[in-house]
């Protein structure tokens, strides 16, 4: 009876420890999408990547990942002016986001900017966005963006990996008794 005491509180502090490094070492991803009304019209969607999961943090990665209109894909991270968002309750509640492209380097994207305003300015209500094929302006609206949507991408589940480390616990277990 002892043993399986024994083994319980172990396998139970695994999965703690499990759980508890997945959960604080999760940060979250946004896609998203907007009409590029400002610069030639299209579709363009992206994701986020690396954001806290609580209050503000920079980017680890913007990439625009499709545009109809055929420009700007790929890494806007690499030296951007602006990269500050909030996160809260798991929704971006403020990004301040702008990158110009002629202060890259390969491989991130060198002839296109991108910007993503929304509340960046103290005192207004409004968002900005705007991508465009020129390495140093970015044209944005002035107002409201055109269809703009962002969404969380689901974090995996702690869950199966939990399960697999239960599943390396008792095997290592079971070994040492064999032995």
């Known amino acids: 009876m002892r ?16 759980l508890g490094a997945t959960v604080s070492a ?20 992206g994701i986020i990547r690396g954001l806290a999961d609580t209050g503000f943090s920079s980017a680890s990665s913007l990439e625009i990942l499709s545009n109809s209109g055929g420009f700007g894909i790929g890494e806007y991270v690499g030296d951007p002016l ?6 809260t309750n798991g929704q971006i509640v403020f990004a ?5 492209g002629a202060f890259n380097s390969p491989p991130d994207v060198t002839d296109s900017s991108f910007e993503l305003c929304i ?11 705007g991508l465009t094929n020129s390495e140093i302006s970015v044209l944005t609206e002035s107002t409201s963006v055109s269809g703009l949507t962002i969404s969380a991408v689901p974090l995996p589940a702690a869950f199966p990996l939990a ?8 095997a290592l277990k079971r070994r040492r008794r064999d032995v």
């Open 3 to 18: 043993r399986f005491t024994t083994l319980t509180k172990t396998i139970g502090a695994a999965i703690g420890v499990l």
């Open 26 to 45: 999760a940060a979250l991803s946004f896609n998203f999408s907007f009409t590029n009304v400002a610069n030639g019209g299209g579709t363009v969607t």
């Open 82 to 87: 602006d990269n500050l968002f909030e996160v």
């Open 96 to 100: 301040d986001f702008e990158a110009f």
């Open 119 to 129: 509340l960046c300015f103290p005192g207004l209500n409004e968002s900005q966005i």
């Open 163 to 170: 399960l697999a480390g239960l599943g390396i616990l008792v």
